[in-house]
T-cell receptor
Framework: GAVVSQHPSRVICKSGTSVKIECRSL??????MFWYRQFPKQSLMLMAT?????????EQGVEKDKFLINHASLTLSTLTVTSAHPEDSSFYIC??????????????FGNGTRLTVT | DAKTTQPNSMESNEEEPVHLPCNHS???????IHWYRQLPSQGPEYVIH???SNVNNRMASLAIAEDRKSSTLILHRATLRDAAVYYC???????????????FGKGTHLIIQP
C-alpha cells in the first residue's frame, strides 16, 4: 500500500528556534500534500495545502510566515515552524494524494510529528 | 464540505460486530462518504468510502441509506486493535478549486472491551 513517511516522529526544541518537518511519499508521487495540526483531545485541523512547484494555500488563521511550506518535488513536502513558541506544541500530520488517483482517491497519512517547544 | 454527526463514543466487546453510525442530512448528490480512523498517537488511516451503493473491503463494510442521509460503518468482528477514533467525512465528487483536504469532525471514539 501507499506509504507516507514523516520525519522526525518527535522533536523537542527551545522557544525561538525553528523546526523542519519532512513528509515523503515513498512509493507514489503526490502533486498535492496537506498539513494538519492536532492538539490534545481535539480533532485534526487543516493548516495548509502544499502544491508541488507552487505556493502553498493556507487556511484562515494560519500564519504563512510562521509555518513555511516547501513542496520542491513530487515526493517531498516540508513544514518549517519558525520562531517556535510553547503554544506551537502540537501533533503535526501530513497527508498526500497519489497523482495517478482521482479527486476522491483516499488520502495517505504520515504517522505525525509530535513537537514540544520548551 | 457538508457536516456529519457521529456519537462521541461507543463501546463494544471483542470479536463482536460493531456498527458505527453517521448522519449527514445535508449531503449533496455528488458527495462521497469517506471513513478514516486514527489509532492513538498515529496519523489517520483510510477505511472505506462510497457514493450510493454499499461497499465492502478487507477492513469493513459501508452501508449507505437509500436517501443517503445516513450511513453505517460495520466492523464485522472487532479486535482490540480496532480501538480508535473513527471519522465520517463527506467529500465533494469533483474539485471546485482551492483546498481539498479532508475536514475532520470529532469522530466516534470506539472502545473495545476484551
Amino acid at each position: 500500500g501507499a506509504v507516507v513517511s514523516q520525519h522526525p516522529s518527535r522533536v523537542i526544541c527551545k522557544s525561538g528556534t525553528s523546526v523542519k518537518i519532512e513528509c515523503r511519499s515513498l512509493d507514489f508521487q503526490a502533486t498535492t500534500m496537506f498539513w494538519y495540526r492536532q492538539f490534545p483531545k481535539q480533532s485534526l485541523m487543516l493548516m495548509a495545502t502544499s502544491n508541488e512547484g507552487s505556493k502553498a494555500t493556507y487556511e484562515q488563521g494560519v500564519e504563512k510566515d510562521k509555518f513555511l511550506i516547501n513542496h520542491a518535488s513530487l515526493t517531498l513536502s516540508t513544514l518549517t515552524v519558525t520562531s517556535a513558541h510553547p503554544e506551537d506544541s502540537s501533533f503535526y500530520i501530513c497527508s498526500a494524494r497519489d497523482v495517478t488517483g482521482s479527486y476522491n482517491s483516499p488520502l495517505h497519512f504520515g504517522n505525525g510529528t509530535r513537537l514540544t517547544v520548551t | 464540505d457538508a457536516k456529519t454527526t457521529q456519537p462521541n463514543s461507543m463501546e463494544s466487546n471483542e470479536e463482536e460486530p460493531v456498527h458505527l453510525p453517521c448522519n449527514h442530512s445535508t449531503i449533496s448528490g455528488t458527495d462521497y462518504i469517506h471513513w478514516y480512523r486514527q489509532l492513538p498517537s498515529q496519523g489517520p488511516e483510510y477505511v472505506i468510502h462510497g457514493l450510493t451503493s454499499n461497499v465492502n473491503n478487507r477492513m469493513a463494510s459501508l452501508a449507505i441509506a437509500e436517501d443517503r442521509k445516513s450511513s453505517t460503518l460495520i466492523l464485522h468482528r472487532a479486535t482490540l486493535r480496532d480501538a480508535a477514533v473513527y471519522y465520517c467525512i463527506l467529500r465533494a465528487g469533483a474539485s471546485g478549486g482551492g483546498a481539498d483536504g479532508l475536514t475532520f469532525g470529532k469522530g466516534t471514539h470506539l472502545i473495545i472491551q476484551p
